[in-house]
């Protein structure tokens, strides 16, 4: 199974900071990533798929990168709304595999 | 609008069985791939089955391999999940989502845009 090792586990960050979450893949997974937002009780939102497209509605101070092994998800300038946990998760092959998570915390 | 409903999440005993279902609208659920994953209590998220659109290709996590499955009916515009010989550790939120898919310039990308609200599973005695 393809193993995504995400990072920071957890940050803390200020309203207007940029922000750079990433994930890397055991094995190559080509562009085949996205990343989710969840919110405390809520399901998983799709922000970015294909690791660099920007989802239908989604703010674009959200953007993707990477491709291969390493894949980064960069929060331009901080909203109050973007406190919560983001996830990757890559779609290259079966078992799909989620990174474990990084929780974004008011400073 | 897009819309999953999941429904059949209780409390049952180990080594009890359960049967979620997601009940789907909004979208032509006979062409769509279905998944369903969980969230155990504090912890991250977890894939836990797909299913292709005519039901015929089927995947599983090794942690419910042999005791869940997957199924749908595309008629009723359903998606379920079988649970048997349940453990403790199979207690979380369960979620269906829907698995789209796009033309890109080269190949084709999966995605999962839409997502029921959980339906919470609790294995305990």
């Known amino acids: 199974a393809v193993q995504m090792t995400q990072s920071p586990s957890s940050l803390s960050a200020s309203v207007g900071d940029r922000v750079t979450i990433t994930c890397r893949a055991s094995q190559g997974i080509r562009d085949d990533l996205g990343w989710y937002q969840q919110k405390p009780g809520k399901a998983p939102k799709l922000l970015i798929y294909a690791a660099t497209t920007l989802h239908s509605g989604v703010p ?31 779609d290259y092959d079966f078992p799909r595999t989620f990174g474990q998570g990084t929780k974004v915390e008011v400073k | 609008e897009v819309q999953l409903v999941e ?24 062409t769509s791939m279905m998944n369903w994953f969980r969230q155990a209590p504090g912890k991250g998220l977890e894939w836990v089955s797909y299913v292709s659109s005519t039901g015929n290709t089927i995947y599983y996590a090794d942690s419910v391999k042999g005791r869940f499955t997957i199924s749908r009916d595309n008629a009723k515009n359903s998606l379920y999940l079988q649970m048997d010989s349940l453990k403790a550790e199979d207690t979380a939120v369960y979620f269906c989502a829907r698995e789209a898919v796009e033309m890109a310039t080269t190949s084709i990308v999966n995605f ?14």
């Not at chain 2, 359960?18 to 006979?30: E, I, P, Q, V, W």
């Open chain 2, 7 to 30: 429904s059949g999440g209780t409390w049952v005993q180990p080594g009890g069985s359960l049967r979620l279902s997601c009940a789907a609208s909004g979208f032509t659920f006979s």
């Open chain 2, 112 to 125: 999962f845009d839409s997502w029921g609200q959980g339906t919470r599973v609790t294995v305990s005695s």
């Open chain 1, 60 to 90: 674009s101070r959200f953007s993707g990168s990477g491709s291969g092994t390493d894949f980064t998800l960069t929060i331009s300038s901080l909203q109050p709304e973007d406190f919560a946990t983001y996830y990757c998760l890559q």
